[in-house]
């Protein structure tokens, strides 16, 4: 969906450093969520905002925090990242009505070596 | 304790036949249960929803059905197309800030 971008959209990162990934939405959508999919486990959530400095911890969080200043960008930063975290991470809005669910960004794919 | 199963990781299925996906889960309680479809190196996109009101909804070519005593979601696609190959994904709403919490996913291929 143009109205959501991901950044980056591929990146290899070296065990130990930290890494930010960014989602960028033009909806004005008030929910915004950071899953990760992996084989065997579909898609999990990381972390969540249900508004501007507004977020809360998904069921995968260990590792992970997130930050959003502003309604339109939603920041995931892997700390220091580990071999676990390799993954396809996919950045999700919603607004508060409606029975959609949600709009999904394309996508960035993570290689921790 | 995963909420939400899908038992079958993969589907083959012949052009024109019917394709029946499944999803079980785990809790009475949840109200709202979508579908979603993902096409590699794209995002998941919005497919179908049901409520627990009813017991089947239906988009052209998809129908989802709810049994709600048996905690059971299946999607049907007829007649299925080669394009409908993708990894399919069950839905639901839980907890509060409208989360949703996916399935494994069930990858469906459909051969000509």
């Known amino acids: 969906d143009a109205g959501i971008t991901q950044s980056p959209r591929h990146k290899v990162t070296e065990t130990g450093t930290p890494v930010t990934l960014r989602c960028h939405q033009t909806?004005?959508?008030?929910?915004m969520y950071w899953y990760r999919q992996d084989p065997g486990h579909g898609l999990r959530l990381i972390h969540y905002?249900?508004?501007?400095?507004?977020?809360d911890k998904g069921e995968v969080s260990d590792g992970y925090s997130v930050s959003r200043s502003k309604t339109e960008d939603f920041l995931l930063t892997l700390e220091s990242a580990t071999s676990s975290q390799t993954s396809v991470y996919f950045c999700?809005?919603?607004?508060?009505?409606?029975?959609?669910?949600?709009?999904f960004g394309s996508g960035t794919r993570l290689t921790v070596v | 304790d995963q909420q939400v199963k899908q038992n079958s990781p993969s589907l083959s299925v012949q052009e024109g036949r019917i394709s029946i996906l499944n999803c079980d889960y785990t809790?009475?309680?949840?109200?709202?249960f979508l579908w979603y479809k993902k096409y590699p190196a794209e995002g998941p996109t919005f497919l179908i929803s049901?409520?627990?009101?009813?017991d089947k909804n239906e988009d052209g070519r998809f129908t989802v059905f709810l049994n709600k005593s048996a905690k059971h979601l299946s999607l049907h696609i007829v007649p299925s197309q080669p394009g409908d190959s993708a990894v399919y994904f069950c839905?639901?709403?839980?907890?509060?800030?409208?989360?949703?919490?996916f399935g494994t996913g069930t990858r469906l291929q459909v051969t000509l």
């Open positions: 809790n009475s309680m949840f109200d709202y």
């Open positions: 909806e004005n959508h008030r929910y």
């Open positions: 839905a639901i709403y839980t907890g509060t800030a409208s989360k949703l919490t």
């Open positions: 999700a809005t919603w607004q508060d009505r409606g029975l959609s669910g949600y709009t």
């Open positions: 905002s249900y508004g501007v400095k507004d977020t």
């Open positions: 049901i409520s627990s009101i009813k």
